[in-house]
Every structure is written in structure tokens, then in C-alpha cells.
């Protein structure tokens, strides 16, 4: 049994090989140790709690598809840690995502929240006092206390893990509700499907049966209007019923372009708080915390560098561990203040400045001294013409957008405008030189902000 385990498992190896970089094999793969497989279940060995939140973070659909294909569909994956070598102790931990998600209509509700994330590992700080102590009110009463709750904040500084705190939170203390967690995407994809495949009454049916809806990134549902339809009948439904609807946005409800104005009336409703991005001694405890639970230790002069020279959201500084992590890993070399300048000093090389379609409308038009506003009426002067242009252009190249909703926000405009007017920019910054040198100064601009 245990050498035709191992057969398996370096084909699973062989699979995964060809899918990462050399480094990425060595580093987090080539030490898992297959230890049983018995029940659909595979058990492996990895050598740390920090490798496996690594792995089920990163790599948990290669591992699934992998699974699925050399052990058999629904394989299900559980990590063992050896705790004590000494006295041979270890902890087994389920994958959060490995094994595919329970089907919908099953009464047992997969709530597909991330359970790592909760309030016991949630650091506080003045930046989210606020959202935290409201998160904790509605965990504790689900649809009286602050119903909906809009959390909004730059990308990166917690919304994910404070949204996910409350569901698990919420199914500790009230196990009879139905709680859903759902990306914005997912739940379009999902609405899409339900037209296709003609079951849209039981896509509807199954949302109208949650107690507690938890949406991530609602910002996605801008310029989708079918899709902010059918949830303008959940909303309703559900708050009509004492249900408690849990939402996030990049950006609060009246800044949220291309949506209704009947959601974002619902959206303020109830409470809408921001997560602002952390201060020095906010993310000073958030780097303890997290090599903490991973069990790491690292010098405190390392952690105030950290701290006072990445600034940019919580997911840099978890970034930053993982890459001191791998950095030590691979030249068996100690984590001090010269690693961590390296690292940082990387970081910051290749790190790109986060650029909205706000900030490319504000810019294009600033640079040509054409109103922000113009661009929306249905003017053909020359000026007005080319700042939409260019800034279609420039969205389509910069943002993960579709051209139906860069033309949503640019002008009203549809798919086939924002087609033609990257065309247009693009053969206009081939022959033209002048033109070419004025769309580097606005790129320049942009990512200098």
C-alpha cells in the first residue's frame, strides 16, 4: 500500500511540476510526504502551519485538479503537522477549499466561509475600531442590530477577513441560520448560469432562503444591470423578512458609478463604516500576529522596519512574512534587518500604484483642461472626443475591466465604442508623435500619483 501511495503521489508531483517554477516546487512542494489514503481521503505531511495556509492559499486549485485526476474525482486532502518531533506529536487540519463545495440545494448549506479568517486573529486598530465593534454587534444579533452592513475601504486592509469573522461568528452562536458567503462574481456567475440553463426561479428561490447573506466586492455589480435587478429582489426580500445582509465595496455607496439608484438607497439603510488602511502601530501587531500563527520568530527590528516602510495594506505585509519566509527558506539563511531591506527594497522596485477609472477620467481630462463631466454628455467636439478615447484606452490597458463596463463609466458608452477607441488611440500613438510623447506624459502621471 504505502509504495503504491507513494506512486501516486509522485505523479501528483510530476503534474505539479510541470505547473511552477523550479522554486516554487523546491520550496513548498518536494518536502509533503504522502502518509495514507484510505476513504477518498489523502493524508500528507507538511512541515509547518505556515506551509499550509501557503499552499491552501495559493496552490489549492493546482492540488485539487491534481487530486481529482491521478487519485480519483471528490478526493479530499488533509495536511498533518508534526508539532513534536521528539515525541512524535502532530495536528490535523482540513483544506478550507480542496474538496468542491456542496451542491446549493442541499439542506446542509455549504456557508463557503474562508475559516481562517475570525475575530480571534483580527487585529484592532483605530483604522477598523469601528467596523469591528459593528461586525461584533450583528454577529451577536443577526438582522435587528445594523441591517444591511456596508463595509468599505481600499483593497487589502481587512474587509474580506472582517465579512467572513461575522459568518463564522454568527453559525457559533445561532447553528439554526442559513449563512452564505459569496463574491460578487461568483453570485453573477451564478445568475448567469440559472438564465442559461432556464432554472432561474430556483436561483432565486435558494437566495430568498438565506438568514445571513455575506457579499464581497458588491462594486462588481456595477454596469451589470440584470444582475443589480435580480438582487434588488433578493435585498428586498430578505430585509423585508428581518434577514441580515453583510456587503463590502472598494468604495462607499454614493461613489459606486454604474449602479442603481434604488441599491444604493437600500445600501444606506443601515450602517456604512470604512476600513482605512493601517498606521505604523496597527501593522506592527498585525506582522506579530501573523508570524505568531505561523509560528515564526522574527527580530523586532525587523518587524518596526516592516512596519514603518510597507504602508500599503494588510495583504503586503502578510506578502512581505511570506517572502522573508521563502527567502530564508531557500538560502537556509536568518531573517534579519539586511533580509528584510532586500525584500522590501524589492517589493517597492515592482510594486505599482493601485489606478482607479477615477483616477484615469480625473487625469486625462485635467491634462487636456476638458471638464470631468463632459465626457458624459453626448458631445463630438474634438477634445472631448479624444479624452474619452484616451481614457477608454488607458482603462482597457490598466484596469481588469470589461469594455462594457469601462463604456459604462466613460460616457454611457457600449462594447463596440470603447473597441473602436483603443483602435483609434493605438494607431494614432503609431504615427502620430506628438500624440505618443502626450499619452506617455498622462501614463507618467498616472502611475507617479
Known sequence: METHLTAKWDKC????????????FDTWFADIKPLEYENGILTIQVKSNFVYEYLEEKFVDLLRTTLFRVMGEGTQLLYRILTDKENNLSVDLKPEATVAKAEADK???????????SFDNFVEGVSNRLSRSVAMSVAHQPGRAFNP???????????????????????????????????????QVQYTDSILQKNFN??????QSIDVLIIDDIQEFAGVPKTQNAFFHIFNHLHLNGKQL???SDRSPVQLKGMEERLITRFKWGLSAEIEKPDVELRKNILRSKIERDGLKFPEEVISYIAENVNASVRDLEGIVVSLMAHS????????????????????DYEKPVITIDDIISKVAGYYSVEVNSINTRSR???VVLVRQVAMFLAKKYLDMSTSKIGHYIGGRDHAT?????????????TDKQFRNELSEIENLLLCA
Open 329 to 348: 527558506t531557500i538560502n537556509n539563511a536568518d531573517i534579519d534587518i539586511a533580509l528584510a531591506r532586500r525584500v522590501v527594497g524589492d517589493l517597492s
Open 381 to 383: 467636439k474634438r477634445e
Open 149 to 187: 452592513f456596508f463595509i468599505h475601504g481600499a483593497s487589502g486592509v481587512g474587509k474580506t477577513h472582517l465579512i467572513n469573522a461575522i459568518g463564522s461568528k454568527i453559525k457559533e452562536l445561532h447553528p439554526e441560520l442559513r449563512v452564505l458567503y459569496v463574491s460578487a462574481h461568483l453570485f
Open 107 to 117: 439542506e446542509d448549506l455549504d456557508s463557503m466561509l474562508i475559516g481562517r479568517y
Open 13 to 24: 508531483l510530476d503534474i505539479i511540476r510541470d505547473n511552477v517554477s523550479k522554486k516554487v
Open 418 to 430: 470603447v473597441v473602436h477607441a483603443c483602435k483609434t488611440i493605438t494607431n494614432l500613438a503609431e
Open 246 to 248: 453583510i456587503m463590502t
Open 202 to 207: 430556483d436561483f432565486m428561490r435558494f437566495y
